[in-house]
């Protein structure tokens, strides 16, 4: 799985720290009913609505894995249109088509 080379960074040099975020994900996402694609799209939905490009990618990718289709998922950006407004939508499809990119390339 990719990691930005500043989260391997974080993680390295606050381990307990890293840990301790990284299990309070996993408890999180057990706490509830949500399938593991649902719960992605979910995340990535929150990530744009935050404007958060790292974030957006990370979650682009997790969507992906867990088996959700590029077309599910810039439905996600496309329904954050009338609650993010138009350039923080635009912004995010560009970050989502950036990972959507790299995904198609790397299949080649």
């Known amino acids: 799985m990719y990691l930005p080379k500043l989260y391997e ?3 390295k040099n ?3 720290v890293s840990k301790s975020y990284q ?6 996402r057990k706490a ?22 790292g974030a957006i990618m ?3 990718r997790k969507a992906l894995t867990s088996g959700a289709s590029s ?3 810039s439905h ?8 993010a ?14 990972v959507l990119n790299e995904e198609e390339s790397s299949e080649k």
Not at 23 to 28: D, I, K, M, N, S
Not at 32 to 53: D, T
Not at 76 to 83: D, H, I, N, R
């Open 76 to 83: 996600v950006v496309l329904l954050s249109l009338t609650t």
């Open 85 to 98: 407004g138009f350039p923080n939508m635009m912004a995010a499809m560009s970050w989502v088509n950036e």
């Open 14 to 16: 606050f381990p307990e």
């Open 32 to 53: 509830g009913p949500l399938e593991e694609k649902v719960q992605n799209l979910i995340k990535l939905g929150i990530a744009v609505g935050a404007n958060s490009r």
């Open 23 to 28: 299990q309070l994900g996993e408890v999180c």
């Open 58 to 60: 990370s979650h682009t």
């Open 9 to 11: 960074n974080f993680s």
């Open 71 to 73: 077309e599910e998922i």
